[in-house]
């Protein structure tokens, strides 16, 4: 890792990703974030109907889309889009001999390559993860607002009552915020590496370039939900609840 | 194994093709008498070497030159001394060969017998098993990753595919190795792009804001050629620099790498299958067969061998 992130720093190469993994992202993330809040709010509304619930929408959904579904989904689908476009670019300049261009012209192909990728999906991961967990709620909202007349300003109540009840992490970072943003953190930097792994290992003209991609995806894709279980639990005994 | 010291470096006043038989004797003296000059020096060398061992009592120091290792050859450009390498089967075996400055060396053979991982070697992609290899008389093998990226600059590589950077625009293929190495400003950088662009014979206005994707074959190798030289590399190595390319074509990228040697006196390794090319192009030819170097030697002696296997390969020419 310290090998990664030595001099020189490719600063235009850094943004030009963050673009290509962040901001072009952004209408998958959207998409997906709304609707899953939505779909969240009316599976649970019947059930939370029976027990006289409805008023706990807020909490359910800002719960579930901050924890879990907000990182997982945001990772999942980064891990289908950006991953295998990592994985695509990189075999293909394996086996076009770029990648040994840039070894013969003095330049080190993973300062050039991967830290710019792996920074740029360190810093948009979360970030995509912070606007997945917003719509998602806000699809909990427009539900909650529809078919169980709980008016907007008591969702956003409960919102914040279930973010502020799990404690807080030096009095101010909410417990949730932290369980929330420490995943796809972890999950930025295993599609990052996963998918420069698999591109710059790439072998046998462009088969190999689509055997690479497809092992990324399955890769990132299985160790974003086993390690969203173990971290789950880590987290879970280091943030004790008040 | 090659006879080490037939490389002898060439005059630099000496016609590099022989124009008329006489000439071609005169060059042919003149080298035997440089190699023999090589290998007096050489020879001296050894015995100062041998001496300074024997008064030295710390033998315990592993980089203390051993009798069987005899070191660069003076004034050798690129030097593969002895070099062993195998992955699952054996890729090189005992290979030896030296270009010296100004030279055009051209490595033949057939497919599959290391002619490209020789090349990985000079560039020190790939590391030998055994044996060294030399860049401007320095061994790369012990070079931290670093310093080989350094070594590298020194020179330049023309690929097969040319290996153009596809998301790059010409220009801005050219221009990479000055932007990553050098301080030169854009006004500078942008006049020096435009000036190995018409060395290869490219109209700058044409080609400098095209996408490689949007070069012929022929177009992307001089492009290729322009970006290896941007540095004003000492050496260039070429993989098959006129495969793929119409016979038109082909005459023109090999007049290029002549004119690189002429003008430039630019020390140039190629890797070819076409034996026309390489008999035009070379001022000594490697040939490998069966991991090692069959022959080693100029163009004249290669065609007036009697080897059998030598004479099938170069079949009707």
């Known amino acids: 890792m310290r090998f990664i992130f030595a001099r020189p720093f490719y600063g235009g190469d850094l943004v030009q990703q963050m673009d290509a993994i962040g901001v072009q992202s952004l209408g998958i993330v959207l998409l997906t974030g709304f609707f899953t809040g939505m779909v969240l709010a009316l599976q649970s509304a019947v059930q939370l109907q029976t027990f006289g619930a409805s008023m706990y929408m807020g909490r359910l959904v800002s719960a579930s889309m901050i924890r879990e579904l907000g990182p997982v989904l945001a990772g999942l689908m980064v891990a289908g889009r950006v991953g ?41 991961l979360p970030t995509l993860t912070i606007i997945n967990d917003f719509v998602g709620i806000v699809g909990g909202n427009l539900i909650a607002q529809f078919y169980l007349d709980v008016p907007t300003s008591l969702y956003w109540r409960t919102v914040w009552e279930q973010i502020a009840s799990d404690g ?33 290992n790439t ?9 690479s991609t497809t092992r990324t995806v399955v890769t990132s894709s299985i160790l974003i939900l086993v390690l969203d279980y173990f971290l789950t639990q880590l987290l879970l005994s280091l943030l004790v609840a008040p | 194994m090659i006879d080490r010291d037939r490389g002898a470096p060439p005059d630099p006043h000496a016609p590099t093709d022989a124009d008329t038989p006489a000439d071609s004797v005169d060059v042919a003296e003149a080298r035997e008498r440089r190699a023999d000059d090589i290998i007096r020096r050489k020879q001296e060398e050894r015995v100062r070497s041998a001496i300074k061992d024997e008064l030295s009592k710390d033998d315990t120091r592993e980089d203390r030159p051993r009798p069987e290792d005899p070191g660069p050859l003076r004034d050798a450009v690129i030097e593969l001394e002895r070099v062993h390498l195998a992955f699952d089967r054996p890729i090189l075996e005992d290979v030896s060969f030296a270009a010296f400055p100004g030279e055009t060396l051209v490595i033949v053979g057939e497919s599959g017998t290391g002619k490209s991982t020789a090349l990985k070697l000079i560039l020190r992609l790939l590391q030998p098993d055994s044996g060294r290899v030399y860049v401007k008389g320095k061994d790369i093998a012990p070079l931290s990753f670093t310093e080989a990226l350094d070594v590298r600059q020194q020179m330049g590589m023309v690929f ?11 220009f801005e293929n050219v221009a990479y190795p000055l932007r990553e190495h050098t301080d030169l400003s854009d006004d500078e950088i942008e006049s020096r792009v435009r000036q190995k662009l018409e060395f290869v014979d490219l109209n700058p206005d044409e080609v400098i804001e095209k996408l490689p994707a949007e070069l012929s074959g022929g177009m992307k190798k001089r492009v290729g050629i322009a970006r290896g030289m941007s540095n004003n590399a000492e050496i260039m190595l070429y993989d098959e620099p006129t495969s793929g390319l119409d016979p038109l074509t082909t005459g023109t990228i090999t007049r290029l790498i002549m004119k690189l040697q002429r003008e430039l006196n630019v020390t140039s390794i190629v890797v070819s299958h076409d034996i026309r090319s390489a008999f035009r192009m070379a001022t000594h030819i490697a040939l490998l067969a069966d991991h090692t170097i069959r022959f080693f030697g100029t163009p004249e002696e290669m065609a007036a061998s009697d080897d059998r296997y030598i004479r099938d390969f170069l079949g009707g020419f």
């Open chain 2, 160 to 170: 097969q595919s040319a290996a153009l950077f596809d998301s790059m625009t010409v």
């Open chain 1, 203 to 211: 072998s046998g003209g462009t088969e190999g370039v689509g055997v």
């Open chain 1, 84 to 124: 295998s476009g990592i994985a695509a670019q990189l075999g293909s300049m394996k086996v076009t001999e770029q990648i040994d261009a840039l070894n013969t012209l003095g330049t080190d192909p993973i300062k050039k390559l991967v830290t710019p990728r792996v920074l740029a999906s360190l810093i948009m």
């Open chain 1, 168 to 200: 807080f992490l030096f009095r101010f970072i909410p417990n949730d915020f932290v369980q929330g943003l420490t995943k796809p953190l972890v999950f930025g930097a295993v599609i990052s590496i996963t998918a420069c792994f698999f591109g710059l």
